[in-house]
Nanobody
Framework: QVQLAESGGGLVQAGGSLRLSCVVS????????MAWYRQAPGKQRELVAS???????YYTDSVKARFTISRDNARNTVYLQMNSLKPEDTAVYSC??????WGKGIQVTVSS
């Protein structure tokens, strides 16, 4: 059974940084794409960034040049480095393994 465990969220001031981690257990991490999504109150969940099994990346326009997704196959972990955070980045962030397996999510709050 594949399980995902996110960490690294919290409260930060605008302009600050956070690094989210998502550790995958029980799966074939190396051969699966990973993604980070977020959902703000009253809004639909949106794809923030993704990384394929070979390291190809995608970012939604609003986070380009501020966020970086990366993966460490030796640690079965995907990261989301978030810099220059804005209040509008406030949301619950969730990682996704492959196409269908989700973490529980972690709160990121950016104060102005």
């Amino acid at each position: 059974q594949v399980q995902l465990a996110e960490s690294g969220g919290g409260l930060v001031q605008a302009g600050g940084s956070l690094r989210l981690s998502c550790v995958v257990s029980g799966g074939a991490f190396r051969t699966n794409g990973m993604a980070w999504y977020r959902q703000a109150p009253g809004k639909q969940r949106e794809l923030v960034a993704s990384i394929s099994s070979i390291g190809s990346t995608y970012y939604t326009d609003s986070v380009k040049a501020r966020f970086t997704i990366s993966r460490d196959n030796a640690r079965n972990t995907v990261y989301l480095q978030m810099n220059s955070l804005k209040p509008e980045d406030t949301a619950v962030y969730s990682c996704r393994y492959g196409a269908m397996i989700w973490g529980k999510g972690i709160q990121v709050t950016v104060s102005s």
